[in-house]
T-cell receptor, first 116, second 118 residues
Framework: NAGVMQNPRHLVRRRGQEARLRCSPV?????VYWYRQLPEEGLKFMVYLQKENIIDESGMPKERFSAEFPKEGPSILRIQQVVRGDSAAYFC??????????????FGSGTRLTVV | AQTVTQSQPEMSVQEAETVTLSCTYD???????LFWYKQPPSRQMILVIR??????QNATENRFSVNFQKAAKSFSLKISDSQLGDAAMYFCAYRSKGSGGSNYKLTFGKGTLLTVNP
Protein backbone atom coordinates (compact mmCIF):
# COMPACT_ATOMS: atom_id res chain seq x y z
CA ASN A 1 0.00 0.00 0.00
CA ALA A 2 2.50 2.58 -1.24
CA GLY A 3 2.02 6.22 -0.40
CA VAL A 4 3.02 9.16 -2.55
CA MET A 5 6.36 8.38 -4.17
CA GLN A 6 8.69 11.16 -5.19
CA ASN A 7 11.96 10.81 -6.99
CA PRO A 8 14.69 11.61 -6.95
CA ARG A 9 15.03 12.26 -3.25
CA HIS A 10 17.97 14.58 -3.85
CA LEU A 11 18.79 16.39 -7.07
CA VAL A 12 21.79 18.58 -7.77
CA ARG A 13 21.80 20.80 -10.83
CA ARG A 14 24.14 23.47 -12.10
CA ARG A 15 22.77 26.90 -12.87
CA GLY A 16 21.10 26.90 -16.28
CA GLN A 17 20.28 23.19 -16.32
CA GLU A 18 16.83 21.66 -16.23
CA ALA A 19 15.34 19.88 -13.22
CA ARG A 20 12.60 17.26 -13.55
CA LEU A 21 10.85 16.14 -10.38
CA ARG A 22 8.55 13.12 -10.44
CA CYS A 23 5.56 12.29 -8.29
CA SER A 24 3.57 9.07 -8.33
CA PRO A 25 0.36 9.57 -6.32
CA VAL A 26 -1.28 7.04 -4.09
CA UNK A 27 -2.86 4.34 -6.26
CA UNK A 28 -6.33 5.47 -7.23
CA UNK A 29 -5.69 9.14 -6.48
CA UNK A 30 -6.42 11.45 -9.39
CA UNK A 31 -5.59 14.81 -7.78
CA VAL A 32 -2.03 16.00 -7.33
CA TYR A 33 -0.68 19.10 -5.60
CA TRP A 34 2.84 20.52 -5.59
CA TYR A 35 4.27 22.59 -2.75
CA ARG A 36 7.65 24.24 -2.32
CA GLN A 37 9.50 24.63 0.97
CA LEU A 38 12.23 27.25 0.95
CA PRO A 39 14.86 27.10 3.73
CA GLU A 40 13.35 27.94 7.13
CA GLU A 41 9.90 28.44 5.65
CA GLY A 42 6.65 26.55 5.63
CA LEU A 43 5.35 24.84 2.54
CA LYS A 44 3.81 27.08 -0.10
CA PHE A 45 1.26 25.97 -2.70
CA MET A 46 2.43 25.90 -6.28
CA VAL A 47 0.00 24.00 -8.50
CA TYR A 48 -3.01 21.68 -8.44
CA LEU A 49 -3.54 19.13 -11.20
CA GLN A 50 -6.03 16.49 -12.10
CA LYS A 51 -5.35 13.92 -14.77
CA GLU A 52 -4.44 15.82 -17.97
CA ASN A 53 -5.65 19.13 -16.52
CA ILE A 54 -4.07 22.02 -14.63
CA ILE A 55 -6.71 23.28 -12.22
CA ASP A 56 -4.78 26.02 -10.43
CA GLU A 57 -1.22 27.15 -11.10
CA SER A 58 -1.48 30.45 -9.25
CA GLY A 59 1.42 29.63 -6.92
CA MET A 60 3.86 28.68 -9.62
CA PRO A 61 6.32 31.21 -11.07
CA LYS A 62 5.19 32.25 -14.54
CA GLU A 63 8.54 31.62 -16.15
CA ARG A 64 10.70 28.50 -16.21
CA PHE A 65 8.27 26.35 -14.19
CA SER A 66 5.74 23.94 -15.63
CA ALA A 67 3.79 20.95 -14.37
CA GLU A 68 1.89 18.11 -15.92
CA PHE A 69 -0.09 15.06 -14.83
CA PRO A 70 -0.59 12.86 -17.88
CA LYS A 71 -3.19 10.17 -18.30
CA GLU A 72 -0.51 7.57 -17.76
CA GLY A 73 2.55 7.95 -15.60
CA PRO A 74 3.66 10.25 -12.81
CA SER A 75 3.15 13.95 -12.39
CA ILE A 76 6.19 15.97 -13.44
CA LEU A 77 7.33 19.34 -12.13
CA ARG A 78 9.81 20.81 -14.56
CA ILE A 79 12.11 23.74 -13.85
CA GLN A 80 14.06 25.10 -16.79
CA GLN A 81 17.29 27.08 -16.53
CA VAL A 82 17.50 26.67 -12.77
CA VAL A 83 18.90 29.45 -10.59
CA ARG A 84 20.23 29.33 -7.01
CA GLY A 85 16.91 30.67 -5.70
CA ASP A 86 15.19 27.49 -6.92
CA SER A 87 17.05 25.49 -4.26
CA ALA A 88 14.31 24.13 -2.02
CA ALA A 89 12.42 21.00 -1.07
CA TYR A 90 9.56 20.25 -3.43
CA PHE A 91 6.67 18.23 -2.05
CA CYS A 92 3.93 16.43 -3.87
CA UNK A 93 0.61 15.43 -2.31
CA UNK A 94 -2.35 13.51 -3.66
CA UNK A 95 -6.01 12.89 -2.93
CA UNK A 96 -8.66 10.71 -4.52
CA UNK A 97 -11.01 13.65 -4.97
CA UNK A 98 -12.58 16.67 -3.42
CA UNK A 99 -14.33 14.79 -0.61
CA UNK A 100 -11.11 13.52 0.80
CA UNK A 101 -9.86 17.03 1.33
CA UNK A 102 -11.90 17.17 4.49
CA UNK A 103 -9.09 15.24 6.08
CA UNK A 104 -6.08 16.70 4.38
CA UNK A 105 -4.12 14.86 1.77
CA UNK A 106 -1.19 12.47 1.64
CA PHE A 107 2.26 13.98 1.20
CA GLY A 108 5.36 12.43 -0.28
CA SER A 109 8.81 12.81 1.29
CA GLY A 110 9.85 15.53 -1.10
CA THR A 111 12.70 16.14 -3.51
CA ARG A 112 15.49 18.38 -2.28
CA LEU A 113 16.81 20.40 -5.19
CA THR A 114 20.20 22.02 -4.82
CA VAL A 115 21.40 24.41 -7.50
CA VAL A 116 25.17 24.94 -7.57
CA ALA B 1 -5.70 36.12 2.20
CA GLN B 2 -5.25 33.84 5.15
CA THR B 3 -2.03 33.88 7.16
CA VAL B 4 -0.69 31.47 9.74
CA THR B 5 1.83 32.53 12.38
CA GLN B 6 3.94 30.31 14.58
CA SER B 7 5.77 32.59 16.97
CA GLN B 8 8.11 29.99 18.46
CA PRO B 9 10.91 29.07 16.03
CA GLU B 10 12.26 26.51 18.52
CA MET B 11 11.02 24.73 21.62
CA SER B 12 12.50 22.07 23.86
CA VAL B 13 10.96 19.65 26.34
CA GLN B 14 12.18 16.95 28.66
CA GLU B 15 11.18 13.42 27.88
CA ALA B 16 7.84 12.52 29.56
CA GLU B 17 6.97 16.19 30.09
CA THR B 18 4.28 18.25 28.35
CA VAL B 19 4.88 20.97 25.78
CA THR B 20 2.56 23.39 24.00
CA LEU B 21 3.24 24.79 20.53
CA SER B 22 1.50 28.03 19.57
CA CYS B 23 -0.27 28.95 16.35
CA THR B 24 -2.39 31.93 15.42
CA TYR B 25 -4.09 32.63 12.13
CA ASP B 26 -5.92 35.36 10.38
CA UNK B 27 -9.06 34.81 8.31
CA UNK B 28 -12.38 36.44 7.53
CA UNK B 29 -14.05 33.07 7.00
CA UNK B 30 -16.30 31.42 9.56
CA UNK B 31 -15.79 27.80 8.60
CA UNK B 32 -12.46 26.20 7.84
CA UNK B 33 -10.06 23.44 8.82
CA LEU B 34 -6.90 23.62 10.89
CA PHE B 35 -4.12 21.05 10.94
CA TRP B 36 -0.88 20.25 12.68
CA TYR B 37 1.74 18.44 10.62
CA LYS B 38 4.94 16.86 11.87
CA GLN B 39 8.08 16.85 9.71
CA PRO B 40 10.87 14.65 11.12
CA PRO B 41 14.38 14.68 9.63
CA SER B 42 13.17 12.23 6.97
CA ARG B 43 11.18 15.20 5.57
CA GLN B 44 7.95 13.18 5.44
CA MET B 45 4.95 15.40 6.22
CA ILE B 46 2.81 13.52 8.74
CA LEU B 47 -0.66 14.68 9.73
CA VAL B 48 -0.83 14.83 13.52
CA ILE B 49 -4.26 16.26 14.22
CA ARG B 50 -7.06 18.22 12.53
CA UNK B 51 -9.85 20.47 13.72
CA UNK B 52 -13.01 21.70 12.03
CA UNK B 53 -13.79 25.29 12.97
CA UNK B 54 -17.51 24.74 13.51
CA UNK B 55 -16.84 22.04 16.12
CA UNK B 56 -16.57 23.42 19.64
CA GLN B 57 -14.85 20.35 21.02
CA ASN B 58 -11.08 20.32 20.88
CA ALA B 59 -9.61 17.47 18.83
CA THR B 60 -7.54 14.79 20.55
CA GLU B 61 -5.34 12.03 19.13
CA ASN B 62 -3.71 9.94 21.84
CA ARG B 63 -0.97 12.14 23.40
CA PHE B 64 -1.74 15.05 21.07
CA SER B 65 -4.50 17.54 21.73
CA VAL B 66 -5.35 21.04 20.61
CA ASN B 67 -6.66 24.15 22.30
CA PHE B 68 -8.83 25.79 19.67
CA GLN B 69 -9.93 29.33 20.52
CA LYS B 70 -11.95 30.48 17.53
CA ALA B 71 -12.59 34.05 18.69
CA ALA B 72 -8.91 34.55 19.39
CA LYS B 73 -7.94 32.71 16.19
CA SER B 74 -5.59 30.51 18.14
CA PHE B 75 -4.84 26.83 17.60
CA SER B 76 -2.18 25.47 19.92
CA LEU B 77 -0.89 21.88 20.03
CA LYS B 78 -0.24 20.13 23.31
CA ILE B 79 2.01 17.07 23.40
CA SER B 80 1.75 15.08 26.60
CA ASP B 81 4.28 12.53 27.86
CA SER B 82 6.79 13.66 25.24
CA GLN B 83 8.86 10.95 23.59
CA LEU B 84 12.18 11.11 21.78
CA GLY B 85 10.34 10.27 18.56
CA ASP B 86 8.32 13.47 18.86
CA ALA B 87 11.40 15.51 17.96
CA ALA B 88 10.62 17.18 14.65
CA MET B 89 9.53 20.38 12.95
CA TYR B 90 5.84 21.04 13.57
CA PHE B 91 3.74 23.05 11.13
CA CYS B 92 0.36 24.58 11.70
CA ALA B 93 -1.81 24.81 8.58
CA TYR B 94 -5.12 26.36 7.53
CA ARG B 95 -7.53 25.31 4.81
CA SER B 96 -10.66 27.08 3.69
CA LYS B 97 -13.86 25.07 3.64
CA GLY B 98 -15.81 27.19 1.20
CA SER B 99 -17.51 25.46 -1.71
CA GLY B 100 -16.01 27.85 -4.18
CA GLY B 101 -12.54 29.13 -4.67
CA SER B 102 -9.31 27.51 -3.62
CA ASN B 103 -10.47 25.28 -0.77
CA TYR B 104 -7.83 22.70 -1.66
CA LYS B 105 -4.87 24.91 -0.68
CA LEU B 106 -3.11 24.56 2.62
CA THR B 107 -1.55 27.70 4.11
CA PHE B 108 1.33 26.83 6.42
CA GLY B 109 3.14 28.63 9.21
CA LYS B 110 6.93 28.73 9.27
CA GLY B 111 7.17 25.90 11.76
CA THR B 112 8.44 25.21 15.26
CA LEU B 113 11.45 22.96 15.76
CA LEU B 114 10.81 20.73 18.77
CA THR B 115 13.73 19.13 20.59
CA VAL B 116 13.08 16.37 23.13
CA ASN B 117 15.79 15.99 25.76
CA PRO B 118 16.35 12.57 27.36
Amino acid sequence: NAGVMQNPRHLVRRRGQEARLRCSPVKGHSHVYWYRQLPEEGLKFMVYLQKENIIDESGMPKERFSAEFPKEGPSILRIQQVVRGDSAAYFCASSPGQLSLNYGYTFGSGTRLTVV
Amino acid sequence: AQTVTQSQPEMSVQEAETVTLSCTYDTSESDYYLFWYKQPPSRQMILVIRQEAYKQQNATENRFSVNFQKAAKSFSLKISDSQLGDAAMYFCAYRSKGSGGSNYKLTFGKGTLLTVNP
